[in-house]
């Protein structure tokens, strides 16, 4: 029953994430094990979006060290759950819960050695800037807790990129790259300090090179003409390159016409959608707190009462009109949904 839910909702995310984003590039599955313990190390610039990502196309069934503070409801907290998310507890969230830790961090252990999949993000919290921050040590303590406990267990550590052209806006493009595998029991050395230290360095330099990476010096002035080159942000090792070349190699892309179409579809939609939408620009909007959350918020009400008040006005028009003319409604707003996100 189990495996029945996460399969449903898999499949129901995927198909919602494909009409969320205009692209979604997904490359190098092919280094993701499929019957080895996996722990995923990915860059978080996203907030729950990039969770999302990972789940739906990496090919597992993974679990999620998730931030303690969205699960204090407890209908999100169960539903969470559900999910295969695990609360993990910051400073942030009070000296008292940081203990919980270890309960959790024990669970990741007994999961790795049933050889399932974990997703974390090391850098320990979310971050809209295009840069890999430094890690944090909350990863290495599984992996070589895991190894003393199990020594003989083949943990595998596989680099995330996820990529995004404008991470907060709509409509978005996005990839993912899924990087070599490392070997955990690589990094066991006599000393933990010295291993902890090399096994978080070649971390970040491998999840560094799957997203773009724009150093924190001068990020501001380095942004801004990326802009201006009008790079494409889902092809990191090109735009590292620019960097790294001061622009030298740096191509100018493809500034994106204007298409005169898309404003009229854009409000035709909105018209078609009206109360979703203010609910989403009157309610939901001047609760998020944090950019970040921005998108997250956004596909959920793009999955939850944009589809509902869309069926709720099809059965309207069919109850009163017939139901040629709901489906007529249906099949046209569909197209234009899609022409608007996919094309325009």
């Known amino acids: 029953m189990k495996y029945l839910w996460l399969h449903s909702i898999r499949t129901y995310i995927r198909f919602g994430l494909f009409c969320y984003y205009k692209s979604f590039r997904v490359y190098n599955t092919q280094h993701v094990p499929k019957n080895k313990p996996v722990l995923f190390l990915a860059n978080h610039q ?30 999100v907290s169960k539903f969470l ?6 609360p993990v507890y910051r400073i942030r969230d009070g000296w008292s819960n940081i203990s919980n830790n270890n309960s959790i961090f024990s669970t990741c252990t007994e999961l790795l050695h049933q050889h399932k999949a974990i997703v974390i993000f090391p850098e320990g919290s979310h ?3 295009k840069t890999v921050r430094p890690l944090s040590k909350g990863f290495t303590r599984i992996v070589f807790e895991t190894l003393e406990k199990y020594p003989d267990i083949d943990l595998q550590l596989i680099p995330v990129g996820i990529n995004f052209k404008q991470s907060e806006a ?12 490392l070997d955990a029991k690589a990094y066991l050395q006599k000393d933990r300090n010295k291993a902890v230290i090399a096994l978080k360095q070649d971390v970040q330099e491998a999840i560094s090179k799957l997203t773009t990476h724009i150093p924190n010096d001068n990020y501001e002035e380095t942004f801004k003409k990326l802009e201006q080159h009008h790079v494409d942000y889902l092809n990191p090792e090109a735009v590292n390159t620019c960097i ?8 100018v892309g493809v500034k994106p016409k204007f298409n005169p179409f898309k404003p009229l579809v854009k409000y035709i939609l ?9 609910i989403w620009r009157h309610v939901i909007i001047p609760k998020i707190k944090e950019i ?32 040629q003319v709901a489906l007529g409604y249906a099949l046209s707003i569909t197209v234009l949904s899609l022409l608007y996100v996919k094309v325009f």
């Open 81 to 86: 759950h559900s999910l295969q998310m695990l």
């Open 127 to 129: 971050h809209i800037n």
């Open 244 to 251: 790294q070349t001061n622009f030298e190699t740096c191509k």
């Open 270 to 278: 909105l018209i078609n959608f009206i109360l979703p939408f203010l």
């Open 170 to 181: 709509f409509v978005d493009r996005t990839a993912l790259f899924f990087g070599k595998p």
């Open 292 to 323: 970040e959350f921005k998108a997250t918020f956004r596909f959920a009400i793009y999955v939850t009462l944009f589809p509902i008040w869309f069926f709720a006005i099809t059965l309207i028009l069919g109850a009163f009109f017939g139901w």
């Open 46 to 75: 996203n907030a729950l979006i990039d969770p999302l990502l990972i789940a739906t196309k990496s090919g597992r069934f993974s679990y999620f060290l998730t931030r303690a503070s969205v699960f204090k409801k407890p209908l």
